[in-house]
């Protein structure tokens, strides 16, 4: 059974199961858009996690600070409140080409410093009352091919060797099924750099707490250009000495930014509150967030509420970059989505999925994300997370505090830092080129279960 359901509550379509549990009190109903021309010292386009933070950091570290964030419909609306709620201290660049680009230790303080940011956002979110669900119980990648352990091994090795001994850790199938009891599980890769959230009251009250700051939110005032000390809307322009793009996968609706980031779609499903005996068969008392080690991955976690939220097997791309409209939804992929939980789960059969939703998330062309600020231009810029951006986005903000106000720490000396990452070809090759690599990822999927 697939449905959706959304509290109607007059705010929005179903956009996904977090939007429809916000914290009591959120009414999720917009803010006001931007009045007319304003002047400004930053200027953030996107109020998503990278542009939260940020306008969070630059208000608490610098209170005279005027900042401004445009948003093109809510606090939270895209991938930041879409997401499953993996915070993660992940990133997506391979630790050799850190090192290989930046020197030996690069990795090393770069993986470093987005676990420290699993800790940040939760003393965040309990220094600024925020009731998102965050969880430290650790992440454990499933392995139920002797194909995937293999995989998941060469990960340790890898960390091991650049320097990040603790990172991860092998477990064998009874210490595995002791935490998150999945059928067809032979061991799993561990780390306890990870927490779960509910991502969309996270991202909504780090937009309170900025406010509360002193940051001026203007949500429904989509920017159409960013230019040196200028940004553009429909409503009117925002004049900054500093301009920071913070858009992720809608960055190709920004003039002249079609092939920066690529929007990649994904789909979650929810079930309905699960009865305490079932998840005493399931596992997840702590709340580990688990992934499936297929290449094409599956991800879940057992919600504040009960629930178990469940997302990935997919990875749609749409012609020319185009993103799909909202609510993002497919019947197809969420019946797929629902079968496979079961499979790992066979206690779920007769629990009913609540929720169905997609949305996109940034690619960049080579894997990497980055930070930066362009001194001679003004304009900074953070993103490419490839779907691993809640605690790393976090990281971000912090980052781009330290550049603008031109502090010297550690973090601005981080390896992706003035990272640019080159164009993605043009149509049609970046078509091929995305559907050529899911199918590839199917292929090893199948010769992992000992078909053709």
């Known amino acids: 059974m697939v449905g959706t359901v959304n509290a109607d509550r007059g705010r929005w379509p179903a956009l996904s199961l977090w939007h429809d549990t916000l914290e009591p009190g959120d009414t999720g109903v917009p803010r006001s858009e931007l009045p007319g021309d304003v002047d400004v010292d930053v200027a953030i386009v996107g109020a998503g996690f ?21 948003e093109a419909h809510t606090a939270g609306f895209g991938a930041s409140g879409r997401n499953g709620g993996w915070c993660v201290g992940d990133q997506a660049a391979a630790p050799g080409a850190l090192d290989g680009a930046h020197g030996a230790g690069a990795a090393a303080r770069m993986i470093r410093a987005v676990q420290a940011s699993v800790d940040e956002v939760g003393r965040v979110a309990r220094a600024e009352r925020i009731d998102c669900g965050f969880a430290k119980g650790g992440a454990l990648y499933l392995a139920s091919a002797r194909a995937q352990l293999r995989r998941l091994a060469k990960r340790v090795e890898v960390a091991e060797r650049h320097g990040l001994d603790g990172t991860y850790e092998m477990w064998d199938r009874a210490r595995t099924t002791d935490a998150v009891n999945a059928a067809g599980v032979i061991g799993s890769l561990h780390t306890p750099h990870a927490a779960a959230v509910h991502p969309a009251r996270l991202a909504r009250g780090v937009a309170r707490a900025a406010e509360r700051h002193g940051a001026a939110i203007y949500e429904r005032t989509p920017a159409l250009a960013i230019q040196p000390g200028r940004v553009d809307t429909r409503h009117g322009a925002v004049r900054a000495e500093v301009v920071v793009r913070a858009t992720e996968a809608y960055t190709r609706t920004l003039d002249g930014q079609r092939r920066a980031v690529l929007p990649l779609g994904n789909f979650m499903i929810a079930t309905e509150p699960v009865d305490d005996d079932t998840w005493a068969a399931m596992g997840m008392a702590n709340r580990e967030l688990f992934e499936d080690a297929r290449m094409m991955v599956g991800y879940g976690q057992r919600t504040a509420d009960g629930r178990l939220a469940w997302g990935g097997l997919s990875g749609p791309y749409r012609f020319a970059s185009r993103i799909p409209p909202t609510p993002m939804q497919s019947d197809r992929v969420a019946e797929r989505l629902r079968r496979r939980l079961v499979e790992m789960f066979p206690p779920l059969s007769g ?20 930070v930066g600020l362009d001194r001679a231009t003004g304009i900074g810029w953070a993103g490419g997370y490839f779907g691993s951006g809640v605690a790393i986005a976090n990281l971000a903000g912090r980052t781009l505090a330290d550049l603008i106000a031109g502090r010297e720490t ?23 080129g995305v559907h050529a690599g899911t199918a590839a990822a199917h292929a090893v999927d199948r010769a992992d279960r000992g078909r053709r």
């Open 50 to 70: 990278t542009g939260l933070w940020t306008a969070y950091y630059l208000t608490t570290t610098d209170p005279s600070l005027r900042v401004a964030v445009l």
């Open 351 to 370: 629990v009913a999925v609540t929720h169905h939703w997609g949305g996109v998330l940034g690619v960049s062309r080579d894997l990497r994300p980055s």
């Open 410 to 432: 550690d973090l601005v000396g981080l390896p992706w830092v003035g990272h640019v990452s080159r164009a993605w070809e043009p149509e049609p090759l970046r078509w091929i």
